[in-house]
């Protein structure tokens, strides 16, 4: 049965078609899931700092429960999508049902979308990786794929990488240099990539023209069938997709830093660069995201085997709680602060 506990994660679509479905002040039932009784339940539950042994980690590295389990989430973010759509032009709703609706779909698209499409992005099958890219499609942030797995994995805690904040710097702030910084440095790479493969930059090998073209495609097909309520509300359910995927980043690397060594590069990604949250909910609802620190150690780990790290800076609290805190930056900063290393503070 412990291997059905990421069943929980589908608990946050679940609560989107309720909000899509009953509208009114129900509308709102995904945010307040997502960021009032998830961050309470943390509260409550334990934290569980353990490991799993060698024997568990061979075992449950080849069980295809945990694949699947991550690939439904495919045909339940569409489905999602869609039936929203249908709603918002099909029935009479209010600007404040409209703005509810959209959140809760955007919620699901950075939680079950973006982070599902990172974690299938990672894998060495070109189908995952398919999968994973369909699953940033409705967020319109493919080029995610691009620049976090050769652009964040290669810099991240230094000042080279856009998805990490620097000491001090507030989640608003990180949202804009992070997105826009993102963006122009995964074509960047993929120039850099079409070089290495002696192909030109106006090739059909340039996924970003791909990524683009799929996007504006998805676009186009929701102004055709829902018109300009529906292409709107796909536009704003993808901000809020990819703005939910920018504080994660955020809360993941925040003042941290690799220092240089005496040749002048930086030293290696280690365990000490990402922060951990042992926490129980975030770990399940997230898929093991928050064991953060591991992941950068060894990306090609399934998540169902991340590892906690003892020397690995911990979070007071989960990644969700954590999220809600970085919206309130005197608060984040009063207590991140003086949990960031002296030596690393990344200013």
């Given at each position: 049965?412990?291997?059905?506990?990421?069943?929980?994660?589908?608990?946050?679509?679940?609560?989107?078609?309720?909000?899509?479905?009953?509208?009114?002040?129900?509308?709102?039932?995904?945010?307040?899931?997502?960021?009032?009784?998830?961050?309470?339940?943390?509260?409550?539950?334990?934290?569980?700092?353990?490991?799993?042994?060698?024997?568990?980690?061979?075992?449950?590295?080849?069980?295809?429960?945990?694949?699947?389990?991550?690939?439904?989430?495919?045909?339940?973010?569409?489905?999602?999508?869609?039936?929203?759509?249908?709603?918002?032009?099909?029935?009479?709703?209010?600007?404040?049902?409209?703005?509810?609706?959209?959140?809760?779909?955007?919620?699901?698209?950075?939680?079950?979308?973006?982070?599902?499409?990172?974690?299938?992005?990672?894998?060495?099958?070109?189908?995952?990786?398919?999968?994973?890219?369909?699953?940033?499609?409705?967020?319109?942030?493919?080029?995610?794929?691009?620049?976090?797995?050769?652009?964040?994995?290669?810099?991240?805690?230094?000042?080279?990488?856009?998805?990490?904040?620097?000491?001090?710097?507030?989640?608003?702030?990180?949202?804009?240099?992070?997105?826009?910084?993102?963006?122009?440095?995964?074509?960047?790479?993929?120039?850099?990539?079409?070089?290495?493969?002696?192909?030109?930059?106006?090739?059909?090998?340039?996924?970003?023209?791909?990524?683009?073209?799929?996007?504006?495609?998805?676009?186009?097909?929701v102004f055709l069938f829902f018109g300009k309520t529906g292409l709107l509300f796909a536009f704003?359910?993808?901000?809020?997709?990819?703005?939910?995927?920018?504080?994660?980043?955020?809360?993941?690397?925040?003042?941290?830093?690799?220092?240089?060594?005496?040749?002048?590069?930086?030293?290696?990604?280690?365990?000490?660069?990402?922060?951990?949250?042992?926490?129980?909910?975030?770990?399940?609802?997230?898929?093991?995201?928050?064991?953060?620190?591991?992941?950068?150690?060894?990306?090609?780990?399934?998540?169902?085997?991340?590892?906690?790290?003892?020397?690995?800076?911990?979070?007071?609290?989960?990644?969700?709680?954590?999220?809600?805190?970085?919206?309130?930056?005197?608060?984040?900063?009063?207590?991140?602060?003086?949990?960031?290393?002296?030596?690393?503070?990344?200013?």
């Amino acid at each position: 049965m412990k291997n059905l506990k990421y069943l929980a994660a589908f608990s946050i679509p679940v609560a989107a078609f309720i909000s899509v479905y009953l509208k009114g002040p129900f509308s709102y039932i995904t945010p307040i899931y997502a960021f009032v009784f998830i961050p309470i339940l943390e509260l409550l539950v334990p934290k569980d700092n353990r490991n799993l042994t060698s024997e568990e980690i061979d075992s449950k590295s080849n069980l295809r429960l945990f694949d699947w389990l991550l690939y439904l989430n495919l045909p339940i973010v569409y489905s999602l999508v869609v039936f929203a759509l249908i709603e918002v032009t099909s029935t009479s709703i209010t600007t404040s049902e409209f703005v509810g609706m959209f959140v809760s779909v955007g919620i699901v698209l950075g939680v079950n979308g973006i982070n599902v499409g990172h974690e299938l992005g990672h894998r060495q099958s070109s189908n995952e990786r398919f999968l994973g890219k369909a699953l940033l499609l409705p967020s319109l942030y493919m080029h995610f794929y691009i620049e976090h797995n050769y652009g964040h994995h290669l810099h991240a805690a230094t000042p080279e990488d856009p998805a990490t904040a620097r000491y001090n710097q507030s989640v608003y702030s990180f949202w804009i240099t992070s997105t826009f910084r993102q963006y122009v440095s995964a074509w960047r790479i993929q120039k850099k990539l079409l070089k290495n493969t002696k192909k030109f930059f106006f090739s059909i090998k340039n996924d970003l023209f791909w990524y683009h073209f799929l996007q504006l495609s998805y676009l186009i097909t929701v102004f055709l069938f829902f018109g300009k309520t529906g292409l709107l509300f796909a536009f704003f359910s993808a901000i809020i997709g990819f703005i939910l995927l920018e504080t994660v980043n955020y809360i993941e690397h925040y003042g941290l830093k690799r220092l240089k060594m005496t040749s002048g590069r930086y030293e290696r990604v280690k365990e000490i660069h990402s922060w951990n949250s042992n926490h129980v909910i975030g770990r399940i609802v997230l898929y093991e995201l928050t064991r953060h620190s591991d992941h950068h150690y060894k990306s090609s780990k399934k998540y169902q085997v991340l590892e906690c790290h003892a020397e690995s800076p911990q979070m007071p609290y989960g990644y969700p709680t954590s999220m809600v805190l970085a919206m309130i930056p005197p608060l984040w900063f009063h207590i991140m602060n003086k949990r960031v290393p002296k030596e690393m503070i990344l200013t």
